[in-house]
């Protein structure tokens, strides 16, 4: 069956050190999306890809980035931990739509990530 | 940015009763979306409506849309137990793209 995972699922690091989250889906989608869900905020786009070679900016990018060298994988790098970064991270798929609009978005199991 | 906000934040209901949640946007939409999230888990997604649509249905679930109002309202039937979780609406990010933007969701409690 077709999926999307996240790794690692958990991750402790300190500031200033630079953490690489990886996305993987076999769903074969163009689309892939990052976020990140804080108490109180909800889900926030911090980057995403219409396909390889494609990357956005979303609404909380600064200090993340993204590249996008083959379909099925789009990691997210934090150049320099913050204590501020400190949330749940979660990856999306998604196809383009048909009819125009977006797509139904399949989202990964997440990870927490810790910065200290 | 424009972005659906969920009324009420929180929710507490009985077993069997009805739980109705709202959401309101901004600007102009191609469709709009709901999504549930368990405790400690990713979203799955729930419903689509397009923006020429004005009410779905998907078993226990019956969505609303008023494009005139930018607001959408989720009503789940019978609740049960396993109805606890998170609610979110979504919104195209733009109308020329596939990104969404989140709403910060409805708390859903349902108690037996």
């Known amino acids: 069956d077709a999926e999307i995972t996240q790794s690692p699922r958990h991750k402790i690091t300190e500031t200033g050190r630079q953490v690489t989250l990886a996305c993987h889906q076999t769903?074969?989608?163009?689309?892939m999306f990052w976020y990140r869900q804080d108490l109180g905020h909800g889900l926030r786009l911090i980057h995403y890809?219409?396909?390889?070679?494609?990357?956005n900016k979303g609404e909380v990018s600064d200090g993340y980035s993204v590249s996008r060298s083959n379909t099925e994988d789009l990691p997210l790098t934090l150049e320099s931990a913050a204590s501020s970064q400190t949330s749940v991270y979660f990856c999306?798929?998604?196809?383009?739509?048909?009819?125009?609009?977006?797509?139904?978005?399949?989202f990964g199991p997440g990870t927490r990530l810790t910065v200290l | 940015s424009q972005q659906g906000e969920e009324d009420p934040q929180a929710l507490s209901i009985q077993e069997g009763e009805n739980a109705t949640m709202n959401c309101s946007y901004k600007?102009?939409?191609?469709?709009l979306q709901w999504y549930r999230q368990n405790s400690g888990r990713g979203l799955v997604h729930l419903i689509l409506?397009?923006?020429?649509?004005r009410e779905k249905h998907s078993g226990r679930l019956r969505v609303t849309l008023d494009t005139s109002k930018k607001s959408s309202s989720l009503l789940i039937t019978a609740s049960r137990a396993a109805d606890t979780a998170s609610y979110f609406c979504?919104?195209?990010?733009?109308?020329?793209?596939?990104?969404?933007?989140f709403g910060k969701g409805t708390t859903l409690s349902v108690s037996s």
């Open positions: 600007t102009s939409i191609n469709n």
């Open positions: 890809s219409y396909g390889v070679q494609d990357t």
């Open positions: 999306a798929s998604s196809s383009t739509g048909t009819s125009g609009g977006a797509d139904t978005q399949y």
């Open positions: 979504a919104t195209d990010l733009n109308q020329a793209g596939t990104a969404l933007i």
């Open positions: 409506i397009r923006s020429n649509e």
């Open positions: 769903w074969n989608h163009n689309n």
